[in-house]
C-alpha cells in the first residue's frame, strides 16, 4: 500500500517463489491457511441460497425440508437476516480478539458457524431456518476480521502481501464449491458439506500457534518466543529477539495514539471526508448488483430457461471471480486504484444494460429469444470479471489508506456496518422487485448506479498509490 515502486512491492508479496524450499515458512503458511478456512466457510455461506432457493420453493416435500414453499417475502429475509444481524455485532468480535485471542476467537467463530449450518441442515420449518441464519450472521464479520488480523500478526514483510492474496481468493473458492455442491445434493447435505471448513478449523487450530503479537501484548514473552520460532523457522535468538522488540515498540506506538471514536471522525476534515469517499465506493460496489448476482444466480437463471442448469451458471461465474480476482491482485499496485474503479464502473455499466436488454428479451417474448439465454451468461461473465477488477477489489483498499493510524480502526469498523446496511437493502428488495418490474429492470437500475459511480469517482475519488499514509491525509485536507 502506498509502495512508490510497485514492481519491487509485487515482487516482494512473491518473493516466495524466488526462495529454496527449505526457506519457505510452511509453518506460517499452515497457520495462514488455517485461518482463512473461515473465508471459504463465509463464500459458502453467502452462495448457499443460490442452489437451494429453488428447492425451498418447491411444493415436493421429498426436496423442501420446509413442507411449503417459501413466499418472496421469505425469500427476501433469507437473504438478509446475516447481514443485519453482522452489522449488530460488528463490534463484539474486534473486542473478543483482544481478550480472548487471535486463535480462540477464530475456534469460536468455527463452533458458532457449524452449529448454525447443523440447524439450516435440519431445518423443518421457516422459523428454525431463520434462527439458524440469525447465529450464522454473528460470524459474517468474525470470519473477515479473526483472519485478516491472524495473517497481518503472524506474517513476515516479505510475505504479508502473499498471504493477503491467499486470503482475498478463499471467498470465491467458497462460492464455486457450494454452487457444485448444491447442483448434486439436497439442502440438508449442501448444508452438511458447507460446516467442512469450520470443522477443519476445530480438527486444526490446536496445532497452530497464538498471534506473537497478542502475546507480547499480553505479558506472555516465553510464548510468544516459541510462537515466534515456529514461524521464522528459527532459534537464532537475535532474529527472535529483534522481532519481539518490533511488536513491542508496534504495541508501544499504538499505545501512544488515542484511539479515535465514532464523534472524533466526523470532527475531523480528513477522516469525515475519508468516510464519506469509502462509503461513496461501497454503495457504487454494492447497488452494482453484485451481491444479489451470486445469492440468486441459480434462481434467476433457471427462470430464463437456460439448457444450463443455473447451477452449473453459478459454478462458472464462481470460477469467473476467482481468476478475476488474481488479476485484479496483480494489477491493483501497477495499474492503479483510481484507474480500475473508473474501467469497472463504465464496463459494469455497458453490461448491465445488455444484461438487461436479454433478459427483456425473454420477458416480452420476441422471436431474438433462442439466443438470449446464452447472451445472458455471457454478460454475466463478464459483469463478474469486470466488477471484480475494480468494484469488488479497490473499495477496501482505500478504505485501509484513506483512515490514518489512529483512526483506521473505528472507521473501517464504522463504513463496512454502512456497507452491510447497504448489502441487507440490496438483498431484501432484489427479490420482491424482481416480481413486481422483473429482472430486467433491475439490472437497468443497477447499471443507472454504476453509471452514476463512474462520474462521481471521476470527479471525487483520488489517486493513493504510491502515497505515504500522511501524503494522503495531507491531500484530504487540501483537496476542495
Known sequence: MGN???????????????????????????????ANLMIVSLGMNIAWISPSLGKLKSNDTN????????????????????????????????????????????????????????????????????????????????????ASVYNNDIADDSNRGTLGCLLALNLPIGLVLCYFFGS?????????????????????????????????????????????EKLKQTKDSEVIDNEIKKIKDNIEVMSSCRRKTFLDIFRNRATRKAVVLCYQLFCIEQFSGISPVLAFVGPTFNKAGLVWSGDTVGIVVGLTKFLATLVALYCIDRTGRRRLLLVSSLSCT?????????????????PLLDGAPLLSVALITIFIIVHSLGLGSVPLTYAGELFPNDARATGVSFVIALQQINLCLVNFTFPILSDIIGEHWCFWINAMATLTGFISIYFTIPETKGKAFSEIQNMLLKKQ
Request: aromatic share 12%; charged share 10%; net charge positive.
Open 4 to 34: 512508490p515502486i510497485p514492481d519491487v512491492e509485487f515482487a516482494k508479496q512473491f518473493e516466495i517463489s524466488t526462495k529454496k524450499w527449505w526457506q519457505i515458512p510452511y509453518y506460517m503458511y499452515f497457520c495462514g491457511f488455517t
Open 350 to 366: 455497458f453490461s448491465l444494460l445488455l444484461l438487461g436488454f436479454s433478459f427483456y428479451i425473454k420477458y416480452i417474448k420476441s
Open 184 to 228: 448434486i445434493t439436497s439442502i440438508k447435505y449442501l448444508s452438511l458439506i458447507c460446516t467442512i471448513p469450520s470443522i477443519f478449523i476445530l480438527l486444526l487450530s490446536p496445532f497452530i500457534c497464538e498471534s506473537p503479537v497478542h502475546l507480547v501484548r499480553n505479558s506472555k514473552i516465553t510464548e510468544a518466543i516459541e510462537a515466534l
Open 63 to 146: 426436496i423442501n425440508p420446509l413442507g411449503s414453499p417459501i413466499t418472496t417475502l421469505q425469500t427476501s429475509l433469507v437473504t438478509a437476516i446475516p447481514y443485519l444481524i453482522a452489522i449488530l455485532t460488528n463490534g463484539v468480535w474486534a473486542k473478543l480478539l483482544d481478550k480472548l485471542g487471535r486463535k480462540r476467537t477464530m475456534q469460536l467463530g468455527a463452533i458458532i458457524l457449524t452449529c448454525s449450518l447443523l440447524g439450516t441442515a435440519f431445518a423443518a420449518n421457516i422459523s428454525i431456518l431463520f434462527v439458524s441464519l440469525i447465529i450464522s450472521g454473528m460470524c459474517v464479520n468474525g470470519g473477515i476480521i479473526s
